[in-house]
């Protein structure tokens, strides 16, 4: 169960974001010349995120269990004013836009020039209800990964070597994993050497990174030749592991990946949510590399 002090944390970090935000958004606002009644709402904004991001690290499964029976229980001194489940639900929902910008400039890490890309499915539904499935009609694509077939979308991840998340962007199921990497949304601000598996292998895209400054490093197929490396670059590579490991946290700690979504807005909300909560974990998967390391400067024969 998540600490009280964590959720002070989260509520204080959300909170300076929302004082920014909310006077910015208003003054954006297109008017259409009618008056409207403004209406001041019984939960703050400040509110609205924090218990969406927190109840991604409380351990519950289900939001709706999570709501009645520990935040209007246990929590009534934190959340005092709180409203019905049905209206928390559309809440969290009309609240998405400042959800997205406070991951997006709160949440991400920094570039250390070293820097790990890759991809994980994000089902919707099991293999066999794929064709019954209505919440995601028209939108969620049929895909195949390491692991099989699945029916949902992928979420494309770049970290660093401390574990903290540069950026990230969602896909549907069938998109390969290189097309993010030719669009090059993703690699803003991103600089150095890009480590990656197999399935990112391609002249053409590391010669395009490479005239912008980016060095993708990738494995290799067992038809193709050897190649030399610096033996700095074949460790790396075999570290490679770190964002398989926060892939894995994402789904089973903080809830990135379920099937109970009930709108698309619900799906995007969760998972937004869930990067968040990644984000204020204590202690994230990293890696140790001493730079002065005795074989610094060789080759290495990959194969």
């Given at each position: 169960m998540i600490s009280n002090d964590k959720v002070t944390e989260i509520f204080f970090d959300i909170d300076e974001f929302c004082k920014v935000f909310e006077p910015a958004f208003t003054q954006k606002l297109l008017e259409d010349g009618?008056?409207?009644?403004?209406?001041?709402?019984?939960?703050?904004?400040?509110?609205?995120?924090?218990?969406?991001?927190?109840?991604?690290?409380?351990?519950?499964?289900?939001?709706?269990?999570?709501?009645?029976?520990?935040?209007?229980?246990?929590?009534?001194?934190?959340?005092p004013d709180t409203v019905s489940y049905n209206r928390f639900t559309e809440l969290m929902q009309a609240n998405m836009v400042p959800l997205v910008l406070f991951m997006k400039t709160r949440c991400l890490g920094k570039s250390t020039g070293i820097s790990f890309i890759d991809s994980t499915?994000?089902?919707?539904?099991?293999?066999k209800r794929i064709k019954v499935n209505k919440v995601f009609e028209g939108i969620a694509t049929t895909g195949r990964s390491t692991m099989g077939w699945f029916h949902g979308?992928?979420?494309?991840?770049?970290?660093?070597?401390?574990?903290?998340i540069l950026n990230f962007v969602l896909t549907q199921g069938n998109v390969d994993d290189r097309d993010p990497l030719k669009e090059g949304n993703i690699l803003n601000e991103i600089f150095g050497k890009l480590y990656a598996d197999k399935g990112y292998i391609s002249k053409n895209l590391a010669s395009m990174l490479f005239e912008d400054g980016l060095h993708l490093i990738t494995g290799i197929r067992n038809n193709m030749k050897n190649v030399l490396m610096t033996m700095r670059d074949k460790i790396l590579l075999r570290k490679r592991s770190v964002i398989e490991t926060i892939n894995d946290q994402l789904k089973n700690i903080c809830h990135a990946e379920h099937s109970r979504h009930r709108s698309f807005g619900n799906f995007i909300t969760n998972l937004v949510?869930?990067?968040?909560?990644?984000?204020?974990?204590e202690k994230k998967p990293a890696i140790k590399f001493e730079e002065d390391i005795k074989s610094k400067g060789q080759l290495a024969l990959f194969c």
């Open positions: 009618k008056k409207h009644r403004k209406r001041a709402f019984k939960m703050s904004m400040s509110e609205i995120l924090t218990i969406t991001v927190i109840f991604q690290l409380s351990g519950h499964r289900t939001f709706k269990h999570f709501y009645l029976f520990y935040i209007q229980k246990h929590m009534k001194s934190e959340f499915p994000l089902r919707v539904c099991k293999n979308f992928k979420l494309h991840l770049i970290v660093n070597d401390k574990g903290e949510a869930s990067l968040i909560a990644y984000s204020f974990q």
